[in-house]
Each structure stands twice: as C-alpha cells, then as structure tokens.
C-alpha cells in the first residue's frame, strides 16, 4: 500500500514513533515529506544520518516550533507526560486545521483538545512496535475535534504498516493493555521459555533455534491455517500423549487470568498517567 501525505512532524521520535517511522518509509513514503524532532541533540544526528531533517530542542529551542509549521498531520512521540507541555509549545504555530495524532497512552483527546487552538483535529493512536516490520496493530480514536476525514488521515499512518482497529476511545488504554504493550508479553515469555529450555541443558543458541523457531512456526501455522487456536493445540496434544501432562501444568498456573491481572495492571497506570 502507497499513501499520499501531507507534511508530517514527529515531535518525539524514539521506540515507539521510530518504529511508525520505519512502517511509513516501508511503505514508500518520501522521507522529506516528514520532519522530526527530539530533545537530544545525538538522537537527532541519528536520524540525519539515514538522510532525514531532524532537529533537537537540546541544541535548537525552536525546534518542535519549526517543525510544526505547515504541517498537515503532527504526530506526537513524547512520555504521556510531556504531552500537554508539548501542545503548549507548539500550539500558536499549528497550521489551520492540522491533524495532531498522540500516541501516548493515558491522556485523552479531550485533555489534548484544551490545549490547541479551535480548528486543530486531536486524534489518538496505540500503535506496538512491531508496526516497524509491517505487522503492527494500532487501535484509534477520533477526539470531538476530529472529523471523519481527520480520523482516515490518521489511520493511514498506521495502516500501511498493519493492522488498525478503531474503538471508543473508552477503551483505548484497555486495547494499549492487551496489544501496545503486548509485545513486552511474548517477549518475557520467549526469554523465560529459553531459560527453561538451558535448565535442560540446551545451549543459549540451542534454546533460541527450538523457542524462537517453535513460536514463529506456531504463529504462522495459526495464521495460514485459519483455524482455532484451540483446535491446533488438541492436534499437538495427543490423548494420554506428553504434551498433555505440559499443558495441565500450565492450565494450573491460570494463563487467562494471570494475563488478565496484568492487562488491568497496566490500565490503571494508563488511569495514574491520565492525572499526572
Ligand atoms: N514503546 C511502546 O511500545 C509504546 C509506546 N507508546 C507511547 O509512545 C510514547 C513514547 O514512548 P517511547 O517511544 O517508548 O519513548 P522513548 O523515550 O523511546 O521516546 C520518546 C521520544 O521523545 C523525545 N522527546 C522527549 N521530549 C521531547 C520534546 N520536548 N520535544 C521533542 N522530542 C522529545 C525523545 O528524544 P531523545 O531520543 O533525545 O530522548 C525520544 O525521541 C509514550 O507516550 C508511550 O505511552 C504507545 C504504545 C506503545
Ligand atoms: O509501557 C508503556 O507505558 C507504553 C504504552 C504501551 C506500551 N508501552
């Protein structure tokens, strides 16, 4: 998928808007159609290095300023609590009707929306990092500001890097729960599964080929097979088999609801973060 933007500022580009980034140059997208900024000087010349225009307000107090104006669509990559300061600064040179997208959890539209001028479209956005390699799922919300257009121009920063899942915004720290930080999850577990693996006397390398290659190979075969995930552990679990004993195991440690508590865990930090 090739897409047509206006001029984009990323305000904040490190793990999370980096990997917007590399999804939009993927794609196609031009690079001098997007300006970054970010505040250390070194992670600017970073980004210069791969040829974009990239400015730091360590070394340029006007940075993020500058990069605004004219802009079509702001994206804003900085710690949910570092957005409403953000707008502040920004906010007397936002074009007429530019789009400014966050995709910082915890902080609504509605907060956003007190700190820009009237005509500015506020939009939220929770992308993960895999977004980066084209396989991203963001889930978005349009603020009262936000027309249809505004939310369509937004989702397509996202969507051709993935998938995009609209949702009240009443729900968008919840989806930030399960598939934002989601990425962290199978991280763990592919780490914990690997320790596990060496406990048995596999070697480091070992144990990433049989973890790592096992877990890819599953995901696929789940997502060419089109069938339940349930109906394929049944074909690995044979009747009075090994794998059965493995799974009673970890059906006692209550996979659901361990993940569950976790997912709840994060949205009442999303909460703390929204009063910050
Ligand atoms: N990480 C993730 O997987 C996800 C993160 N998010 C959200 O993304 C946002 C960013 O998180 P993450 O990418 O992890 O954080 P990072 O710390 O990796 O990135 C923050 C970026 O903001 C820059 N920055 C900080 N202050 C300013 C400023 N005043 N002006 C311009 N740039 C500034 C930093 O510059 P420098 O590099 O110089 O420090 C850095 O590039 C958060 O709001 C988070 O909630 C949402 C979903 C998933
Ligand atoms: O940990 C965080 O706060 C961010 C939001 C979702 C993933 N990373």
Do not use: C
Not at 26 to 54: I, K, N, Q, Y
């Amino acid at each position: 998928m090739t897409i047509e933007l206006p001029r984009v500022a990323m305000l904040g580009v490190g793990s999370m808007s980096g990997a917007v980034l590399q999804g939009l140059l993927a794609s196609g997208v031009a690079s001098d159609t997007v300006v970054l900024t970010t505040r250390s000087e070194s992670s600017a010349a970073a980004h210069r290095v791969s040829g974009l225009d990239a400015s730091a307000t360590e070394t340029d107090a006007d940075a993020n300023r500058a990069a605004v104006r004219g802009a079509g669509l702001v994206v804003l990559g900085v710690k949910p609590f570092g957005i409403v300061d953000l707008l502040d600064e920004v906010a007397a040179d936002l074009a007429p009707g530019a789009v400014v997208v966050s995709v910082a959890v915890g902080v609504t539209t509605a907060t956003m929306e007190a700190h820009v001028p009237a005509g500015v479209r506020v939009v939220r956005a929770l992308p993960n990092t895999p977004i980066g390699v084209g396989l991203g799922v963001t889930g978005i919300s349009a603020g009262a500001s936000a027309d249809a257009d505004a939310t369509a121009l937004a989702g397509q920063l996202f969507a051709v890097s993935g998938e995009v899942i609209e949702v009240p915004e009443s729900q968008l720290d919840a989806l930030s729960a399960v598939s934002g930080s989601g990425p962290a999850y199978v991280f763990l577990l592919v780490e914990q599964w690997q320790q596990a693996a060496e406990a048995l006397g596999f070697t480091h390398e070992q144990a990433r080929t049989m973890v790592q290659g096992t877990v890819r190979g599953a995901v696929e075969l789940l997502a060419r097979s089109g069938s339940e995930p349930a109906d394929l552990r049944r074909a690995v679990t044979s009747p009075k088999g090994t794998t059965e004993r493995a799974v009673a195991v970890l059906q006692d440690a209550d996979l659901a609801g361990t993940l569950e508590h976790a997912a709840r865990a994060a949205i009442a930090r999303a909460e703390e973060l929204s009063r910050l």
